[in-house]
T-cell receptor, first 113, second 114 residues
Framework: GNSVTQMEGPVTLSEEAFLTINCTYT??????LFWYVQYPGEGLQLLLK?????DKGSNKGFEATYRKETTSFHLEKGSVQVSDSAVYFC????????????FGQGTRLTINP | EPEVTQTPSHQVTQMGQEVILRCVPI?????FYWYRQILGQKVEFLVS????????KSEIFDDQFSVERPDGSNFTLKIRSTKLEDSAMYFC????????????FGPGTRLLVL
């Protein structure tokens, strides 16, 4: 079946630190991969996506590369800000017919000034 | 910027009561979805809807659940007889095309069943 596993949270960092949130997936075929972010009191917002192997998604200083060989889509940012504090969700969309997103459990990130 | 809206933001109900959660998807989108997130757990897919019919549903989406697009703008999720375990955050989403395209999420409705 299809599943997504994220690193356990919560994660607490200082401002300007380097961020990595690990995400690995299990899927048949070649899914599309997504990172969604949920700021306090808000809905899920798409942060970035990649639709095929070796694609790199990027947005707001965040990056993630679709690695087929390691079935991973780790989220990185070189220098985090307090405003990046949120819950981050990795998700996949199976290519074969299904229309649903399969989510990881979410990682809560807190950035201290 | 167009966005998905949901009402109410919070709903408290008694076990066994019916609830209707409402969503207004982005106007030119064709695919609509409901997801839920029980506190502390993953966001789970419930159902997808296209061309006025359910296109896929999960095992969670049993006979107690139904969806409807009663007019050109609203998309509703009805739970006929709520159970304690239905307490969760319910998210509506829409996409212009299939799920490989970006799904845009609403802010959610927090449902508490007492």
């Amino acid at each position: 079946g299809n599943s997504v596993t994220q690193m356990e949270g919560p994660v607490t960092l200082s401002e300007e630190a380097f961020l990595t949130i690990n995400c690995t997936y299990t899927a048949t075929g070649y899914p599309s991969l997504f990172w969604y972010v949920q700021y306090p009191g808000e809905g899920l917002q798409l942060l970035l996506k990649a639709t095929k192997a070796d694609d790199k998604g990027s947005n707001k200083g965040f990056e993630a590369t679709y690695r087929k060989e390691t079935t991973s889509f780790h989220l990185e940012k070189g220098s985090v800000q307090v405003s990046d504090s949120a819950v981050y969700f990795c998700a996949l969309s199976p290519i074969q017919g299904a229309q649903k997103l399969v989510f990881g459990q979410g990682t809560r990130l807190t950035i201290n000034p | 910027e167009p966005e998905v809206t949901q009402t109410p933001s919070h709903q408290v109900t008694q076990m066994g009561q019916e609830v209707i959660l409402r969503c207004v998807p982005i106007s030119n989108h064709l695919y609509f979805y409901w997801y839920r997130q029980i506190l502390g757990q993953k966001v789970e897919f419930l159902v997808s809807f296209y061309n006025n019919e359910i296109s896929e549903k999960s095992e969670i989406f049993d006979d107690q659940f139904s969806v409807e697009r009663p007019d050109g703008s609203n998309f509703t999720l009805k739970i006929r007889s709520t159970k304690l375990e239905d307490s969760a955050m319910y998210f509506c989403a829409s996409s212009e095309r299939r799920a490989a395209e970006t799904q845009y999420f609403g802010p959610g409705t927090r449902l508490l069943v007492l």
